[in-house]
């Protein structure tokens, strides 16, 4: 079935420092990615999605690019602040399915 | 209000109590879920309707008993539930499956005494 892989965490950055969170995926089809945050004591946000190969969503200065070829949907800032602290989800959908498969979820601690 | 609203923020019930926890959309989704986050478990995908009508259930417990009465209001009714119950309980909309992605609310965190 379909499945995302994301890096474990937890991550811990210096403000203005660079963030990489990889996240690699399987689907038989041709899926939405999408990368979701969660703010401590909140529910999870769009942070940004791609809905076709070399599609690149963005938001909040985060960026990814829906990779076919690696099956990759990496998310990528250049420079985190302390607000950006929380917890960073992969996940893709199937256009056939309902359903969303979540990664596990990247921990992000940013210091001042 | 806009988006995806959950009541009540927090509970604690003990595990002979009987309560519920709402979601209400107000987005014009056709398809609305209940997802559990426990502490350093993946999220997990509960029930699903669409249309009002349940199209998944993930072998969960008969003491979760889930209701839609229409497309912008969910329940999860819950009785005789155990220690290991306490989470996060999230509830999602969406249009047209999970093409476009969800919706989430933010989250009831129950506590079982």
């Known amino acids: 079935g379909d499945s995302v892989t994301q890096m474990e965490g937890p991550v811990t950055l210096s403000e203005e420092a660079f963030l990489t969170i990889n996240c690699t995926y399987t689907a038989t089809g041709y899926p939405s990615l999408f990368w979701y945050v969660q703010y401590p004591g909140e529910g999870l946000q769009l942070l940004l999605k791609a809905t076709k190969a070399d599609d690149k969503g963005s938001n909040k200065g985060f960026e990814a690019t829906y990779r076919k070829e690696t099956t990759s949907f990496h998310l990528e800032k250049g420079s985190v602040q302390v607000s950006d602290s929380a917890v960073y989800f992969c996940a893709l959908s199937d256009r056939d399915d309902y359903k969303l498969s979540f990664g596990a979820g990247t921990t992000v601690t940013v210091r001042a | 209000e806009t988006g995806v609203t959950q009541t009540p923020r927090h509970l604690v019930m003990g595990m002979t109590n009987k309560k519920s926890l709402k979601c209400e959309q107000h987005l014009g989704h056709n398809a609305m879920y209940w997802y559990k986050q426990s502490a350093k478990k993946p999220l997990e995908l509960m029930f699903v309707?669409?249309?009002?009508?349940?199209?998944e259930n993930n072998s969960v417990p008969s003491r979760f008993s889930p209701e839609c009465p229409n497309s912008s209001h969910l329940f999860l009714h819950l009785h005789t539930l155990q220690p290991e119950d306490s989470a996060l309980y999230l509830c999602a909309s969406s249009q047209e499956g999970g093409l476009y992605g969800y919706t989430f609310g933010s989250g009831t965190r129950l506590t079982v005494v």
């Open positions: 309707y669409s249309l009002e009508e349940r199209v």
